[in-house]
């Protein structure tokens, strides 16, 4: 049976203290909480041990390093916090710097879905803390944090852990459904099938619905395979219940999708019939005059991504079932690209998605094998200015931001170079297009396919072949020009005239030009497997979650 979602508003909610849950002691300024200590670099030497600073990222993890020094201190299976209200969990032994303190559980034991629920609430409390108000190991003990309890006013332990879980759970499927998209589409190219953009479609948009009488399996004689096949909420054997004898006004033509609007573990799912069949009443049928049985099988494989949204207590009705979004590549018309979705489907013959992508991996490493390596292949210096065009940013102070929905790139290391979402619209608007920090954290640079606007710091770089744009060649790109990162620094900034004048290394086609289709194949394949892995470890995730 299906669990009940478990809610926030579920449970009873208490305030604690630090000092009631994790370890204190009495210290040479009062009660405090275990923290680090500042070692100097000349005591540090290289070593398996995470050295945890205050640093945002990467866990908080700066270094490997052991001391002898006295001060040089070890936790396991802990949540460091530093003075600005950062948080992670260690289950591993980890020293701590300065300023970074530790939260050891007193009367249980600490998992890692404990830890993120933790973290959580930490985050609500401590969030006001910055370098003008910092967060002491002194102050720790008092910091108030607000958690669930059981009947008996006690941490609910069993609480934070289901609720942890199932919200793992619900985020490994949304990594998946995108990753599987994504990977499709990557496919879809490197299977030589020519280029197609995608698009969003209502189910009702693509179907004409029929609607038979219907009668359960108890109303009618049930026969041998000779008969007609009767579907029902299952979506298993291409939902087929049992075969029955033919009762003309009940009978549904082939050719058509069924779609599944009810069942335990089958609502959400479609089926592609070639032949005729009978249906229960929780089936809805669509037909479409472009459907075959390959691209049938591609948009029922594309529909059964929606599954997960239904349950019990949200049925997958006609009308939710006409409003749901298929994401479809599409011809020069914008119409659903019905031949394209049969001829990938032809080539692979998937009868699952998981078998496609496992495909399209083994695919990928084929292709990349039969592709010369980076060594083999010959390369050639090339002034940037000969094949991109540089343009620059415009100026846009935090003064005259206005609040909105369109990227605005700065000059930064992390998060795709976004550091603001503004209403703005000005001179450097653009998109497919690769940005390049001149200043700031100078050369890292990002491919930005959405519509966005750039700030004085970063210089839109274009292909000057314009028909090489994509997302893949660029990537390629922004390896070969961060090789040159450690020419440049904040004193010696990457400004428009050394950009231009800057030499890069890229590979060449026999004819001696720059080799896009290789670039672009390269960074396809490579994808894939990245994709590929996340994939694999998100199934195994949510294989575990199942078992539980």
Known sequence: MKKNRLSLNDVEWREFKIKDIFETFIGTNGLQTPTGSYIPKKH??????????????????????????????????????????????????????????????INFELTKNLSLFFIRSLKNNTKF?????????????????????????????????????????EIAQKVINYYEQKLLETGFDLLGLEDVEWKHF?????????????????????????????????NRNNGVLNFVEPREELIYKGNSVAFIRNGEGSMGYSVYKKEDFIATQDISVGYNKNLNQYNGMFITTVADRVRGKYNFGYKRNQQRLENEILTLPVDENGNPHWDYMSKFMQKIEAEKLEKALEYIYELAVLRGLQLQSLEEKEWKEFWLEDIVSVSSGVRLTKANQEKGSRPFIGSSDSNNGVTEF?????????????GV??????????????????SDDVKRIHWKDKEQENKYSYLFLKQAILQQKEKYAYGYKFNANRMKRQKIVLPINDEGSLDFDYMKKYMQIKEIEKQYKVLEYYYELLKVHKSL
């Open 129 to 169: 803390y910055s370098y003008g108000n910092q967060l002491s190991s002194t102050d720790l003990p008092h910091q108030r944090i607000l958690l669930p309890v059981n009947n008996d006013r006690e941490l609910h332990i069993q609480f934070m852990e289901d609720y942890i879980k199932q919200e793992q759970k």
């Open 44 to 105: 540090l030497t290289d070593s398996d041990i995470p050295r945890i600073t205050v640093r945002e990222t990467n866990n908080g993890i700066d270094s490997f390093s052991f001391s002898e020094h006295k001060n040089f201190r070890v936790f396991e299976n802990f949540i460091s916090i530093s003075f600005m209200g950062n948080a992670f969990y260690h289950p591993y032994q980890a020293s701590l710097d300065m300023k970074v303190h530790a939260l050891i559980p």
């Open 422 to 434: 503004v209403n703005n619209r000005n001179a450097s608007l653009d998109s497919n297009v690769l």
């Open 202 to 234: 209502k189910i009702g948009s693509l179907f004409k619905f029929q609607r038979k009488p219907s009668k359960g399996l108890n109303h009618l004689e049930i026969t041998d395979k000779a008969g007609i096949s009767y579907l029902g909420a299952t």
């Open 437 to 454: 920090n001149y200043n700031g954290s100078v050369v890292e640079n990002f491919y930005h396919p959405y519509e966005c606007i750039f």
